[in-house]
């Protein structure tokens, strides 16, 4: 452990310097390096060399997965094809395309004559990132990291090794021939050495953890350093008594079906006394598509086909086509049952009434809050960040889906000629703070 | 113990109801209450009673300090006067000037035709303050709550307790004379009572901690909740070669002997080769001001009065009339020295040469950096915050003096029509990731 640990430190050490000068490019350089790792996992040969490994994890998985080691998801969402290489490429080049938001003031403030206070954004320097199989996730990371100047020390799901190694070696490559140090990303192999990166918390500034909240929970435990993570994903569907039945089905099924295992996925529906129309049209619908349903008596004397939902089912992340089910007396109802069960992760009501959703969105205290669209609109790609790093239920600096804004942090920077702070005070100087335009 | 607890914990949840309330009043109602506050302190009858509170305080305190059981200082920081409260009502009143922070749409967003997207502005909840002595800080926590709609649970030093007593007596009345409960603004007692309070992170969002970094870390290591906070401040004072003399002399003694105290006092001074004129005109005034020097080699060999200094004076915060001393080799040194030794808390560098001036802004890792102003200058009130909650050495979310904008979150609202997931992609719909002009 301690050859590993001091083999990890010097790794870490290289990361930081790195991403120092991945800090000082400007922003068109930072640009013109995500244009070279799109093109770099473009191009013929890296394409071929991806997918073959992607198809040896593919292959290894499917084999764990007929032994009953592994579930049948994962391998599923391990698959890469040419398709999606094409889209990451094209997600590197979008990113290329936004602002550069490292170095930019975003406070100029006079604070008396000739003594000028800026705040400037700034790269958090090494981001330590653990993510689960899908090898998608290695490159849109990545990209974050070097559009927001920040090293990137990597670590994906052990399935999806092989892939995740020829995806890095490629973008490794694609910042070599820029003159940038390949360590800005680094990409760690074990268990072992993410236990050794934990521990190195003058040289690692943030640690992004995605995946079980039980593995959450054990990085959290373990590490000194800042972690931003999503606890867990309870999300709740609320159908107002004046929720249009057709949308609220296909808000529900868009909901709960596109993607189970995803942690802003609806793990329980809530309905209004008053809402059976809507409730029954989402009954039918979820049914169609295979959801089992476990709800409250009311629920099940309307629909007497499901389950029985137990106080646990509240609480419960099913990540998996189950959904519980609960009748309310009105929002009142509703949003003390989202206050206790709740996640804070994204909660959403389905109505047609306006003062009780803009009600709704007011006073739910969660990271999302959405009226009649589905909680799967919570995710950077769709919120226009160009990716996430991940998903964060904390309230502290980023929250909900993380992009590039959360991955800075800024100084303040005082320009003076010699003023004193024993100038100012009652019968002296006085402070103007007068706002200045910023350039 | 376990009454005690229950007792926290029902204070603590009256506090999170209050500052809900508080949360959902208009900027203007804010301000409103803030100027009552204002009004409160000086009330004649009120200050009366302050400042009879304030002077068994400081009798108290001084009686302690004769026999030797408290810092002198700590007795001089204890006291208040008229002028100090009518300063503190003055503080409340600009505050009230501010703009209001909270429902902020900083950010407006179509993703595509009727979908919109906000981040909206929120306060954190509920703030646990933990804060030294001086009873001023009661009156300037209190009124940043108020401005960010935060409720606030607040313990002071044990020297001040008969003063803060009767200030946050002052302020709640005022919040009930505006129809504001109470317990947006709660005072503790004792520290078993804090103790149970870092227990409730189910209640509290932000705990920040002011004092010793031995205090600090006791506190970090003993809650869940996020902790807000300066570790240290090991600040420096590079005298660059090119530092004219007068105006480095006046910045040291400016930097060291205002407050040594202070978080943001200098700890250490680094000249340059070739500064000698600066650094002569440095040590003539600091002896001249009594402050003891420890000083390199070179240092002592210009000025043979000094005492050696060893390893360990390059990472002390003195807190006090003494202040290391280090010849360097120009810029790069200074740079080294700093990101070895200091605390990331604020820097500051004397120089004619802009190059280098410049070069030191953009380089040193640390939440302040400062051109030809002392680091004392590092402050909320002389920012323009209006004051300040805390100063954090921390990169994620606050970073340097906190104020306001500080003890915020933000929320996500999409607001739509019934959009899926499903209906973007490959030959679907685009988003259109439009940013619209903010209300």
């Given at each position: 452990v301690s050859s590993?640990?001091?083999?990890v430190r010097a790794r870490a050490e290289a990361a930081r310097n790195a991403g120092r000068r991945l800090a000082a490019l400007s922003g068109e350089e930072r640009a013109g390096l995500?244009?070279?790792?799109?093109?770099?996992?473009?191009?013929?040969?890296?394409?071929?060399?991806?997918?073959?490994?992607?198809?040896?994890?593919v292959a290894a998985a499917r084999a764990e997965a007929a032994q009953g080691m592994l579930a049948e998801a994962l391998v599923q969402r391990l698959g890469l094809d040419a398709a999606k290489l094409a889209g990451l490429a094209e997600g590197?080049?979008?990113l290329a395309t936004h602002d550069d938001l490292v170095g930019r003031i975003t406070l100029r403030r006079e604070l008396s004559e000739g003594l000028v206070l800026e705040r400037v954004s700034t790269p958090l320097g090494v981001l330590a990132v653990v993510f689960e199989s899908r090898p998608e996730a290695l490159v849109q990371i990545a990209g974050l990291a070097v559009r927001s100047g920040n090293a990137a020390i990597l670590k994906g799901g052990r399935e999806a090794a092989r892939s995740n190694q020829a995806l890095a070696d490629a973008l490794r490559e694609a910042l070599r021939s820029c003159d940038v140090d390949p360590a800005a990303i680094t990409l760690l192999s074990g268990r072992e050495e993410v236990q050794a990166l934990l521990a190195q918390d003058d040289l690692v500034d943030l640690v992004v953890a995605r995946g079980s909240s039980g593995f959450v929970a054990s990085v959290r435990a373990t590490t000194r350093i800042p972690v931003m993570s999503h606890a867990a994903g309870v999300c709740h569907l609320y159908l107002h008594e004046s929720a249009v039945p057709a949308l609220a089905a296909a808000v529900a099924v868009d909901g709960k079906c596109t993607y189970p295992a995803a942690c802003n996925s609806i793990e329980t529906l809530l309905w209004d006394r008053g809402a059976e129309p809507a409730f029954d049209a989402c009954m039918k619908a979820l049914e169609a598509a295979g959801v089992e349903l476990r709800g409250c008596t009311h629920s099940r004397a309307r629909h007497p086909g499901m389950k029985e939902a137990t106080e646990a089912d509240w609480t419960t992340e099913y990540g998996a086509l189950v959904l519980s089910v609960r009748r309310v007396e009105g929002l009142e109802e509703a949003l003390g049952h989202i206050a206790r069960h709740g996640s804070r992760h994204t909660e959403a009501i389905v109505a047609a009434d306006n003062v009780a959703a803009e009600r709704f969105l007011q006073e739910v205290d969660a990271a999302s809050v959405f009226w009649n669209v589905s909680t799967r609109f919570a995710d950077g790609y769709r919120f226009g960040l160009g990716a996430e790093v991940g998903v964060s239920t904390d309230k502290l600096h980023a929250r909900g889906?993380?992009?590039?804004?959360?991955?800075?942090?800024?100084?303040w920077l005082l320009r003076g000629q010699g003023q004193l702070t024993t100038d100012y005070g009652p019968q002296k100087g006085r402070f103007t703070h007068r706002d200045l335009p910023r350039p």
């Open positions: 590993e640990s001091s083999e995500l244009r070279a790792m799109a093109e770099a996992i473009e191009a013929p040969s890296v394409r071929d060399r991806v997918l073959a490994a992607n198809r040896e994890d590197l080049r979008q889906p993380v992009g590039v804004d959360g991955l800075l942090s800024y100084r």
